[in-house]
């Protein structure tokens, strides 16, 4: 079983910066993409950011310019510096990953618990 922990929200006045952490830990053989979503009171679940296990990234349109994703593949972790922040960022940021099974090879999705990130002055 594979499990993503998240760390790193919390309040910050508009322009201010956060950083989000995310591991895996648990067994498995690989890591596909890892990527960063996020979910608003009353709006849908949307992708924040992406990285591959290459390094190839994809950002919402919102985000370009403000948020960078990174990912350290020896610790199975991935990171979203968010600067510049807004209002509007408010939300409960979801880590994910594309896990490949130790045994089957098959690949699948896990979530993190969550954490809130909140930008109000």
């Known amino acids: 079983q594979v499990q993503l922990v998240e760390s790193g929200g919390g309040l910050v006045q508009p322009g201010g910066s956060l950083r989000l952490s995310c591991a895996a830990n648990g067994s498995f053989f690989s890591i596909n993409a890892m990527g960063w979503y996020r979910q608003a009171p009353g709006k849908q679940r949307e992708l924040v950011a992406a990285i591959t296990s290459g390094g190839s990234t994809n950002y919402a349109d919102s985000v370009k310019g403000r948020f960078t994703i990174s990912r350290d593949n020896a610790k199975n972790t991935v990171y979203l510096q968010m600067n510049s922040l807004k209002p509007e960022d408010t939300a409960v940021y979801y880590c994910?990953?594309?896990?490949?099974?130790?045994?089957?090879?098959?690949?699948?999705?896990?979530w993190g618990q969550g954490t809130q990130v909140t930008v109000s002055s």
């Open positions: 994910n990953a594309n896990v490949r099974d130790f045994y089957t090879r098959n690949i699948r999705r896990y």
